[in-house]
């Protein structure tokens, strides 16, 4: 029998199961939020690299907001893959539609926890075709604060999976020139991992190379956001625009009288 690329030690749990329905949905809901609440959403540099492992995004953990933004990259980048992540156990059973959406349950900060995002995340790895998203930093972190570590499941999980990429997401959360926040987003270097390579490197090591490479594109993406380069940070999806109310309405009769074109950008941008 040929085995999945993807396969784990012993019997696996089931695959977790997605609704497209309920996935379509939620995500024209998430893009409307997103939209109503920020001015664009800035990739810096080049489009995520194209792997044919299972995709481990993980990225560090600056607000409220990544759920939601992650929801628009998966649609914007990933639309092809099956799409799954964690969730911590006691928000599922408040919110149980979530199991529709790809989110299994995990006990934080417990072994049992611990051996539950194991056996979920090696069973949403189960194809190629699938990718899961993880905060490893473990709670909310400054975008600056480079003390907040990494936890070792993600190196752990490595032993489990014969082979997987490994991708770090660095996200950042600024005001420029518009009223809204700019939502910035940089794809770091991908990480391809074997079984043998985890079990050989071991879960301490393996952990410090995947938080260098986070820090790495932690470290781009806050270069480009403070020189404010827009050729750095190309748009990948542009949402509301304008100052907006009375103001905008000044500046369009404004433009109107003398013969311009209205721009409802503050800035350039």
Not at 140 to 164: C, E, H, I, P
Not at 166 to 180: C, D, N, Q, T
Request: charged fraction near 25%; glycine fraction near 6%.
């Amino acid at each position: 029998m040929q085995m999945n690329p993807a396969a784990t030690h012993g019997a696996e749990p089931s695959e977790p199961r997605i609704s497209p329905l309920w996935l379509r949905w939620f995500t024209l809901y998430g893009e409307r939020y997103v939209r109503r609440h920020f001015h664009a959403l800035r990739l810096c540099q080049s489009a995520p690299p194209v792997s044919s492992n299972p995709l481990i995004i993980y990225l560090n953990h600056a607000s409220w907001w990544d759920p939601m933004i992650c929801l628009v990259l998966r649609k914007r980048c990933f639309a092809h893959r099956a799409s799954y992540a964690p969730i911590e156990a006691a928000a599922l059973r408040k919110y149980p539609f979530f199991r529709k959406l790809g989110f299994f349950p995990v006990e934080q900060r417990s072994h049992r926890g611990t051996a539950a995002f194991l056996e979920g995340a090696g069973a949403a790895l189960a194809r190629p075709d699938s990718m899961l998203w993880l905060t490893p930093q473990g709670s909310f972190a400054d975008v600056r604060d480079t003390s907040v570590g990494l936890k070792t499941g993600m190196a752990q999980l490595a032993t489990r999976l014969n082979v997987a990429t490994y991708l770090p997401l660095a996200l950042e959360y600024v005001f420029w020139e518009e009223r809204r926040p700019e939502a910035c987003i940089n794809f770091g270097e991908p990480i391809v991992v074997t079984r043998e390579q985890a079990e050989k490197t071991g879960p301490r090591q393996l952990t410090a190379l995947f938080e260098e490479k986070l820090r790495s594109a932690q470290q781009q993406l806050a270069a480009a956001v403070i020189r404010r380069d827009a050729s750095q940070l190309r748009v990948l999806d542009r949402q509301s625009v304008g100052v907006g109310g009375v103001y905008d309405v000044w500046r369009r009769f404004r433009s109107l009288l003398r013969h311009e074109s209205f721009r409802p950008e503050h800035g350039s941008k």
